[in-house]
């Protein structure tokens, strides 16, 4: 696949990214903390930041929707529900559209696994499709919130141009690998890492879980996001590119910092900060 518009990625920090598809312009999982500040992720608990976001409200462009994965403090904050329209567009899970709703958001659209919308723009349509994923292991992921990820397929009339996948906070499970059956070859894997650990348990991917799923997918190029802005987050992004390396997994891997854009298709070099 080849896209004929820009497809990037630029970085703000723990998961919020600003997509550019073609003409459709994402934000996702907006988190605007500053370092010292706490998120907090429910019963009792929090996570003090250790990073400063690189986007700010006020440094955002229109944007199509905003895609929030799950309902945690470090995802959707308290600055984001202060300064987001209320009606903007949110395509999320039932249980943060239930959230978004309460707190006077009248555009939250709820997918449930495998269900799709499409936004559409001239004759482009990019077709966002929810993929299950789970917080926690067994009886711990009851008690987290849902999670989603999500698939993006950017079209144009019938043919597919790009095609990427944000996993949201999911540990990796074998339902994963039925994105490549249901949806297709990806272009670009955007993983949310960290080895974020409650306790003993694992809630988010690791170096190690990260590079399963780059074995499961084969995806052209892989962006890592969601892996040193919390106390939480307790496994460091060069873990990543030891098992990818160790394990010679197939496609690209592009390091982002906060502030930096980079392209999510293969064999583009990444642009200029």
């Not at 978004?100 to 799709?116: C, K, N, S, V």
């Not at 993929?131 to 067994?138: I, W």
């Amino acid at each position: 696949m080849t896209a004929a518009q820009p497809v990037t990625l630029t970085f703000g920090g723990t998961a919020t990214t600003l997509l550019r598809l073609g003409p459709f312009t994402l934000l996702t999982d907006p988190n605007f903390l500053h370092r010292g500040q706490y998120a907090h992720l429910g019963y009792g608990l929090r996570s003090r930041r250790l990073t400063d976001p690189a986007i700010a409200p006020t440094d955002l462009p229109r944007l199509d929707a905003v895609l929030l994965s799950h309902m945690h403090g470090d995802h959707w904050d308290r600055i984001a529900t202060r300064e987001r329209p209320q009606d903007l567009r949110v395509v999320t899970t039932p249980e943060a559209t239930r959230c978004l709703g309460a707190r006077g958001f009248t555009a939250a659209e709820d997918l449930r696994p495998w269900q799709t919308t499409e936004l559409t723009s001239g004759g482009h349509t990019l077709r966002v499709t929810s993929v299950p994923g789970r917080h926690g292991p067994g009886l711990l992921s009851r008690l987290l919130p849902q999670v989603m990820g999500s698939v993006l397929e950017l079209r144009r009339g019938s043919a597919v141009a790009w095609r990427g996948y944000v996993t949201g906070d999911s540990l990796v499970r074998p339902v994963l690998g039925e994105v490549l059956d249901r949806c297709g070859p990806l272009d670009a894997l955007i993983p949310h890492l960290g080895g974020t650990r409650v306790g003993p348990f694992l809630v988010t991917m690791d170096g190690r879980q990260g590079a399963d799923l780059i074995d499961l997918l084969r995806p052209q190029v892989t962006v890592p996001v969601h892996y040193d802005d919390y106390t939480l987050f307790k496994d460091p992004l060069g873990t990543l590119w030891q098992q990818v390396a160790a394990r010679r997994l197939p496609g690209e891997l592009r390091a982002v910092r906060r502030g930096e854009t980079v392209s999510l298709v293969g064999g583009d070099l990444p642009p200029p900060a």
